[in-house]
């Protein structure tokens, strides 16, 4: 079946400092890659997607970037701030069934000040 | 809009009771999903209703769960009899399949069986 792979588990780093978090997806039909952010007790939220059609997306501090022939994309932040600290998500989804969206396993990023 | 509304936020319940739960989606979204999330296993996705019709419910771990869509503003999710183990925050979400097709997550029911 569907399956995302997200890497790492748990992630540190200064203040300041990028953060990069990678996925890889089995299903070839995946054609919209969303990214969501989790806080404490709160249901996930989207922060930026990109579709099959395109190799990178940027929004301020935070980029995407999609390799379909190797069924990888990658979430990049860069200039983090403690406010970045949370539970970060990626996920693949084809038009194929009705839309169905499989996550990741999700990375606890920790920004230290 | 109010977003995604999920009744309740806690529910506290004992071994063998039936578990309602309950989901108001976002106006004019035509998907549905259901999620559970726990620390061992993530967020699964347990099953999904595209214009109040079942799409995939392979997700569903068990026949004791099941869930429904009468109607385009309104969904539950059923556990009976419930165990420990069905523990977990379950999530629905809604999303149009055309557009940005970003899903948008209710706050979550964090379910506690004992």
């Known amino acids: 079946g569907e399956n995302v792979e997200q890497h790492p588990s748990t992630l540190s780093v200064q203040e300041g400092d990028s953060a990069v978090i990678k996925c890889t997806y089995s299903d070839s039909a995946s054609n919209y890659f969303p990214w969501y952010k989790q806080e404490l007790g709160k249901g996930p939220q989207l922060i930026i997607d990109?579709?099959?059609?395109?190799g990178e997306k940027k929004d301020q501090r935070i980029a995407v970037t999609l390799n379909k022939t190797a069924k990888h994309f990658s979430l990049h932040i860069t200039e983090t701030q403690p406010e970045d600290s949370a539970v970060y998500f990626c996920a693949a989804s084809s038009n194929t069934g009705g839309f169905k969206t499989i996550f990741g396993a999700g990375t606890r990023l920790f920004v230290k000040a | 809009d109010a977003g995604v509304i999920q009744s309740p936020r806690h529910e506290v319940t004992e071994m063998g009771q039936e578990v309602t739960l309950r989901c108001k989606p976002i106006?004019?979204?035509?998907?549905l999903f259901w999620y559970r999330q726990t620390m061992m296993r993530g967020l699964e996705l347990l099953i999904y209703f595209n214009n109040n019709v079942p799409i995939d419910d392979s997700g569903m771990p068990e026949d004791r769960f099941s869930a429904k869509m009468p109607n385009a503003s309104f969904s539950t999710l059923k556990i009976q009899p419930s165990e420990p183990r069905d523990s977990a925050v379950y999530f629905c979400?809604?999303?149009?399949?055309?557009?940005?097709?970003?899903?948008?997550f209710g706050q979550g029911t964090r379910l506690t069986v004992v």
């Open positions: 979400a809604s999303s149009l399949p055309e557009g940005s097709r970003e899903a948008f």
């Open positions: 990109i579709r099959s059609n395109v």
């Open positions: 106006s004019g979204h035509n998907s």
